[in-house]
Every structure is written in structure tokens, then in C-alpha cells.
């Protein structure tokens, strides 16, 4: 007996005589996958929802199933198509249909879009690269399921250093230490850094405990000379700096 084409990515056509009972009983999703490819091709990413661009991932993963469905249960239950990137694989697994293998892809896919965007700040002068910057910190912070407290690191023509996460607390606070910050920044000889936050609830607005807390990071730091350009805070609507409020 002749192989059964493995899925969509195979032809399911006959020979010149004809179709084959092959292509008659072929699943309504094979034509889909070649639509939607076909649609990402001609009009780019930002043409498609959410959903049909998890479709695009899921393609790979699932080869032998209509993703559709999984596709929009996920974006569902998490939001977006960034904030199913971003969500733990144990919570993406408890969705029906993702299995460790699927999850796995799914962060891969994450850590290949971090990449992507620290990329763009690499090498460059980050206070002429704003955008850049909050690109990346959006990419980076913005979705996590917990608080997370970035450094950037700088030298003294504002070239990072250094990109660490010093702390991940819970969903609405993380312990941060400014003799640790400080201490690092010493190790690292930088002369200047950019804290940053994210805030999980979605809101970046600065809390009154956001804001004393940068301000003790800068009277620790005043004496040795070395600056605090700015805090920004994330948050999947959109991201708030302590600078330009006038904060700090």
C-alpha cells in the first residue's frame, strides 16, 4: 500500500486522470493552511487577528489538526497573542489540546521576539534610541505573568552594558534592595542605569511605593556618581515613565 501523505504540507492530488479519493476526504482545514499562509504572504503579520497568527505557529506543532479552535481558546483564556507567548507553560497546558511539546514551541517563539528586539538597542546610545528601548522592554516585560525589576546598565556613552532582571516577585510587587543596585552597578564600572518594571494588573501607572522607592535608588547612587535616567513602567496598555511625569 502506498504511504498516506502526512498532512497539509503534502499534495493530495491524483495523477493527471484525476483527484484521488485522497483529496475528496481531505480535511476542510488542509485548503485552510494554504489560505491563511497565502494571506500571510501578501498582506504581512499585522493583517491577521491574533488568532490566525497562533494558527501560523501552530501549523508546525499540530500537523495532523485543526488549530483554529485551540487557537482561539488560547487567545481566549490569555488575551492576546502576546500574553499567550508570554503566559508559564504550565498554565498554557491547562488549556485543552497544548501539550509540553506545544508549549515549548510557544516560548520558543517568545525568546526568538526578545531576541528580535534587544537586537535593536545593541551597540546604540539608548537615550537616542528611545523607541527602540521601549520596544524591547515592551517585547521583554510587558505580558509576564509576575513582577519582574530590570537594569539596564550603561557606560558612559550610554551603551549598554549590562541587561538584568534583579528581582520576580508576585503579581503586584517585587523586593527590590538599592545598595544591591548600587552594589552591581560598581561591579560592572557603569556610570548611569534605566530601571524597569512591569506591572501585571495591565495599569503602568507609578504607585506612590514605585515612586519612593526610585527616588531612594537615586540618593543611594547621587554619591557615586552614577545616574538614574529613568524608571519606566510597563504594562499591556501601554507603558509610563517617572522622567517625563516628573517624578524623579
Given at each position: ?166 528581582g520576580r516577585g508576585t503579581v503586584d510587587h517585587t523586593p527590590v534592595y538599592p545598595r544591591e543596585v548600587a552594589r552591581r552597578a560598581l561591579e560592572l564600572s557603569a556610570t548611569a542605569i534605566i530601571l524597569a518594571h512591569n506591572h501585571p494588573s495591565g495599569d503602568p501607572t507609578p504607585s506612590a511605593a ?39
Amino acid at each position: 500500500m502506498a504511504p498516506r501523505p502526512d498532512d497539509a504540507e503534502a499534495g493530495l492530488f491524483a495523477d493527471a486522470g484525476g483527484a484521488s479519493s485522497l483529496a475528496k476526504d481531505a480535511p476542510h482545514y488542509h485548503g485552510h493552511r494554504d489560505r491563511l499562509r497565502e494571506k500571510f504572504a501578501a498582506a504581512g503579520g499585522d493583517a491577521l487577528p491574533d488568532y490566525e497568527l497562533l494558527e501560523l505557529v501552530l501549523f508546525r506543532a499540530i500537523p495532523r489538526r485543526d488549530v483554529k479552535p485551540l487557537a482561539k481558546a488560547l487567545v481566549a483564556r490569555f488575551g492576546s497573542f502576546a500574553e499567550v507567548l508570554s503566559a508559564e507553560p504550565a498554565r498554557l497546558m491547562e488549556v485543552q489540546g497544548v501539550s509540553a511539546g506545544v508549549a515549548a514551541d510557544l516560548k520558543v517563539i517568545e525568546a526568538a521576539g526578545r531576541r528580535l528586539a534587544r537586537g535593536a538597542i545593541r551597540g546604540r546610545a539608548l537615550l537616542d534610541s528611545w523607541g527602540a528601548l521601549q520596544d524591547y522592554l515592551r517585547a521583554t516585560m510587558a505580558f509576564a505573568p509576575r513582577e519582574e525589576f530590570r537594569i539596564l546598565f550603561l557606560d558612559k556613552r550610554n551603551h549598554l552594558i549590562a541587561d538584568e532582571v534583579q528581582g520576580r516577585g508576585t503579581v503586584d510587587h517585587t523586593p527590590v534592595y538599592p545598595r544591591e543596585v548600587a552594589r552591581r552597578a560598581l561591579e560592572l564600572s557603569a556610570t548611569a542605569i534605566i530601571l524597569a518594571h512591569n506591572h501585571p494588573s495591565g495599569d503602568p501607572t507609578p504607585s506612590a511605593a514605585d515612586v519612593a522607592m526610585t527616588r531612594e535608588i537615586v540618593a543611594v547612587l547621587a554619591p557615586l556618581k552614577i545616574v538614574v535616567h529613568d524608571h519606566v513602567i510597563l504594562g499591556r496598555n501601554g507603558h509610563a515613565s517617572l522622567k517625563g511625569l516628573k517624578l524623579i
